[in-house]
């Protein structure tokens, strides 16, 4: 039997183990090709059923109206920072950003860079850690913005909006955290982005999700090919050659989502982990503190906490990896514990893990 | 016994069996880890070994020099053709471009949309269809030249610089398609990117190696983070999440390479596969007809020729392919056959091939 562990990550993270038995399992010989994956051209009818299927169970499972285009594209969510505002902000175009966390306090820097005072702050929590989001009180959105960026869950504070921030503006999100942890309904989003190494695939893929409209302000034909969203759209992601094993290991996760249910028995499995790692912190309010200072801004996604001591929050790590528990060290500035729980973490892992720490307490408290 | 085919594909292409073999051998527990290598943390020092490992044997294998810096980013040659002239071609300078087939012109294109007439054509062989490289008389390079940009192979037409062109000038070079090929003295080279899926691995991965003075050029703190060669060299190709599955795939290609006895080996390969298949097109002159017209520029990576009729043309993909050859299908501009014979097609591939094609002039000649 394979040796496995309980993978709390916070990115690259663990992936469903069926989607990698598929690829194991297939690795030399694909579809009857008689070569991997890898192996096969872009322009070939084999590859072509995957970037297709991976592109249909997208929009399938987010439910995604016609009006909107998939694209699979690389460079992460850092080359994103930088196409948005190169492909959107022109022509005295101007934008909002909520300040929420490392991430999107990069996304933001990045677009200034671009963009200058054409991008402008709509609320930051920096002040305060980034322990809670901006309420709606709190956000300052100018009526010639022409959208909104936000970070869907930040990774690194553990912070998550359940409920996208209060206004009319159409949305430009960063959801490489959290991208199809439920059903939601898309219509308000411009554009959406996710790398896809936490909640998709591995690293090197970009789902990139674009509305029709957002599309037309795409008047980029000055920037290099690569850059331009709407050359992608209008060549299906194949203007280029796409990171073609990156995207069948997300086709491989999205059937694997779709069969156990599709997004809302994705949803159902992510709050029922988080009230089991919350209901423990809190159960044991005076050993585990949480790092976010509003319970309803909490994360599903990425659960930090500290220790009474940080040699204990190291004692914990340790034991814990001895226990086949690993990933769960704290984001550097931020120190603790993190707990990253992505879809393809188990009710079963979370239970582990909420066994380990009740006994934690028990032999520490 | 799995099921393999001779794979003759221009990209994605054949990689080594035993590198696939022990990607799928660890697939789900990589290093004793219990995890897949693209569910570990790019932080994680079980990746941190194989990113070391790809980078140190891409230096052992070109024998490198101390003052080059080895990166692995993404986006293909595509991203690379913007980031070159976004990152060198500032403060007024100018390059030369050799416009050598459909990579080469594609080059240019984008660096002219980013530069301008900074941007100038050295030569040109378009109105010959690029059947032939220019002459050491035909290049235009100015005095005041930053670089002389050549694609040392042009996959579509099938010629390479074997010899490299005449200048005294640095040299930016797109090697996709034949990097690795053979040793050969990078000292002329200031910049040479490579999208890995021909010569060393999957695609999603750009090998990219830059001589210290052209870093010491890019002065681009005004570009968005993911463009500059900079902060990527500053931060070891770990800027932001990487690649990590294309980098181990990569790392697997190049330790498997190195066991084969090198690029001397390699070249030894190659240079055996194209007298077989060239002593072939040449055996046959009245059947086969080559593409490319001085026997000079041939490639040995790619071998472009035209059957009487494009009738049996098909016929020769056709029956290929049920003798377990794929791939051989011209490409869509030129027609005919191209042979790609990348290094991971052996030279007993190649016999086969010849064999199959000489049986073929004898069925139909």
Redesign the interface.
């Known amino acids: 039997m394979?040796?496995?562990?309980i993978?709390f990550?916070?990115?690259?993270?663990?992936?469903p183990?069926p989607a990698?038995?598929r690829?194991?399992q297939e690795?030399?010989?694909f579809a009857?090709?008689?070569?991997?994956v890898?192996?096969?051209?872009?322009r070939?009818k084999e590859y072509d059923a995957v970037h297709e299927e991976a592109l249909a169970l997208t929009r399938e499972l987010m439910g995604l109206p016609d009006n909107y285009k998939v694209l699979l594209l690389?460079?992460?969510?850092?080359?994103s920072?930088?196409?948005i505002p190169?492909n959107l902000l022109r022509g005295g175009r101007k934008a909002d950003y909520i300040v929420t966390g490392n991430w999107a306090e990069k996304a933001t820097k990045?677009a200034k860079?671009?963009a200058g005072d054409h991008v402008r702050v709509a609320a930051s929590t920096k002040d305060e850690k980034f322990a809670r989001l901006p309420k709606a009180s709190e956000l300052k959105i100018g009526e010639d913005s022409a959208f909104v960026h936000f970070t869907s869950n930040n990774t690194v504070e553990g912070t998550q909006w359940k409920e996208f921030p209060k206004t009319d503006k159409p949305y430009v999100c960063d959801m490489s955290s959290d991208i199809m942890w439920r059903p939601f309904d898309v219509s308000q989003f411009g554009l959406i982005y996710a790398?896809a190494?936490k909640n998709l695939?591995?690293?090197?893929?970009t789902l990139t999700i674009i509305r029709e409209d957002f599309l037309e302000m795409c008047e980029a034909s000055?920037?290099?090919?690569?850059?331009r969203y709407k050359l992608h759209a209008e060549k299906n992601s194949l203007?280029?050659?796409?990171?073609?094993?990156?995207i069948y290991?997300l086709r491989n996760v999205l059937a694997y989502n779709k069969s156990i249910g599709g997004l809302k028995a994705i949803e159902t499995a992510n709050r029922k982990k988080g009230e089991l790692l919350y209901g423990c912190i809190d159960r044991h309010a005076g050993f585990y503190k949480g790092f976010v200072t509003e319970k309803a801004d909490r994360s599903l996604m990425n659960v930090d906490f500290f220790l009474p001591t940080p040699e204990l929050d190291d004692t914990f790590v340790k034991e814990a990896k001895k226990a086949?528990m690993?990933?769960l060290k704290g984001y550097r500035d931020i120190g603790g514990i993190r707990v990253s729980t992505y879809n393809a973490v188990s009710v079963q892992d979370v239970e582990t893990l909420v066994g380990f720490m009740d006994e934690f307490v028990r032999r520490n408290g």
Chains 1, 2 share one sequence.
Request: aromatic share 8%; net charge negative.
């Open positions: 394979t040796h496995r562990v993978n990550y916070a990115g690259p993270a663990g992936l183990l990698l038995e690829a194991q690795l030399l010989d009857g090709t008689g070569m991997s890898m192996e096969v051209s872009h070939s690389q460079g992460g969510a850092h080359l920072f930088g196409m190169l990045e860079l671009v790398g190494q695939g591995p690293s090197g893929v000055d920037l290099p090919s690569y850059l203007y280029n050659t796409p990171p073609t094993f990156g290991i086949g690993v990933g």
